[in-house]
């Protein structure tokens, strides 16, 4: 049986708790590493889901994410850091309940990054999630 890896939050401030994450994640004991590409909103056939509403792509981008996760024997628990592109700042931290839900349920808080961008790969896509796993 693998061990999980141990993460440990570094975090110098407080005002970082507010928004779910860490300064920075330490990583001891990593049997191994699973790069996830950016999941966003889209169905099984890879079509654009919920045009114009963050918090739904939110919800789908991240149930995307844990099916990959699981699909590795994995899962948000072992998410040491995870970033956020967007291209409509004022709805992600509108819809920020979404990610709070998500991550707080497990008590999880990686390391990430929020960078608003001009698009992504499709004109109905808001939101698109990449992490990094370990175990």
Known sequence: MLRMAELKAINPWRWQDA?????AVQVHQAH???????????DEQGHPQHPGDMA??????FDNL???????GLSLL?????????????????AGAVVS???????????G?????????HPAIMVEIEA????
């Open 113 to 121: 990054t929020l960078l608003g961008v001009s698009a992504l790969f």
């Open 132 to 135: 990094t796993a370990v175990e």
């Open 19 to 23: 928004f779910d994450y860490s300064q």
């Open 56 to 61: 739904a792509q939110l919800e789908l981008a």
């Open 32 to 42: 191994r590493q699973l790069l996830c590409s950016g999941q966003t909103a889209v």
């Open 66 to 72: 844990e099916t990959v996760l699981a699909s590795a």
């Open 78 to 94: 072992n998410v040491a850091r995870l970033n956020f592109y967007v291209t409509d700042l004022p709805a992600f931290l509108a």
């Open 101 to 111: 839900r998500r991550l707080q349920a497990l008590q999880v808080k990686p390391a």
